[in-house]
């Protein structure tokens, strides 16, 4: 199958790639580089079924086509990046929504958007599940993120309705691995910069916030079979293994042996106060759940990044 990804030299996406190019697909992907990087990908150069074109698809999207599979992955997702970029953000989430969709259409392709956990907000029902209606501050900082992918949920129903396109939804919550950016600001690369270098771990607020951390191979997995699915009400794709923040830069100083200590600072504004997906709908429908336990992940993120810490 022949496969069109936006964001493709991003974290999750450039992952994506990696996966269907070992299963045997080709792939175009798109990026323009606000918050993706060349370095993802460079180990494709020369690879016959992976071809790539510098682009914003907020602008026009090249006649590359067609398609069997479309896949929107691009966004600032970092709460550093969409707080730097926050146009852009709600760009790609509308306009860039748009034009993919229209190419899904078009090529009569299936067409997958990654949405995030971030539609639930601060969420009021725990753990997350898909029926839940959100909990979203429209006009707080995160709200060009979360409006953002919000809004790209509702323009994907719509070319579903109006137009019968196969569109499906995929509200990832953290993952982590190789290929995140160092000075990002969340939470994985930050504490394992920190405790690599023995330097003090910034747990913000009281640390008692809970997150739930999905390494990047099974998102992968759970993207693919979402994205050959006929579902198309959102799939939260996530680890339901919680921790607090506390408890994570503990287990963080452990796996690094890191003679680091913890200071506090100020919880940013909206921060959620915890977060866990239900997975039973991924289960029923894709077969689907998260393999990788975090020590193995949190192992190959350290492999990864140890050589580029100064
Ligand atoms: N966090 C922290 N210290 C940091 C960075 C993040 O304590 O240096 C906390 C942050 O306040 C949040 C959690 O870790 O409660 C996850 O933050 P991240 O930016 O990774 O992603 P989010 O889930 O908030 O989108």
Known sequence: MKFLISGSAGFVASHLVDRLLADGHAVVGLDNFLTGHRRNFAHLQGNPNFHFVECDVTKSIPELGPFDTVIHAASPASPKDYLEYPIETLEVGSTGSRNMLLLAHKYNA????????????????????????????????????????????????????????????????????????????????????????????????????????????????????????????????????????????????????????????????????????????????????????LEEGLKYTVDYFRPLVG
């Open 110 to 293: 299936r067409y997958l958007v990654t949405s995030t956990s971030e539609c639930y907000g601060d969420p009021l029902i725990h753990p997350q599940v898909e029926t839940d209606w959100g909990n979203v501050n429209p006009v707080g900082p995160r709200s060009c993120y979360d409006e953002a992918k919000r809004y790209a949920e509702a323009m994907t129903m719509a070319f579903h309705r109006k137009h019968g396109v196969r569109t499906t939804i995929a509200r990832i919550f953290n993952t982590y691995g190789p290929r995140m950016k160092l000075d990002d600001g969340r939470v994985v690369p930050a504490f394992l910069d920190q405790a690599l270098q023995n330097q003090p771990i910034t747990v913000f607020g009281d640390g008692l916030q809970t997150r739930s951390f999905c390494y990047v191979s099974d998102l992968v997995e759970g993207l693919y079979r979402l994205s050959q699915s006929d579902e198309r009400y959102p799939v939260n794709l996530g680890n339901p293994r919680e921790m607090t923040m506390l408890e994570f830069a503990e287990a963080i100083l452990k796996m690094t042996g890191s003679t680091s200590t913890m200071v506090h600072k100020p919880l940013p504004q909206d921060d959620p106060k915890r977060r866990r997906p239900d997975i039973t709908k991924a289960k029923a429908i894709l077969g689907w759940e998260p393999k990788v336990p």
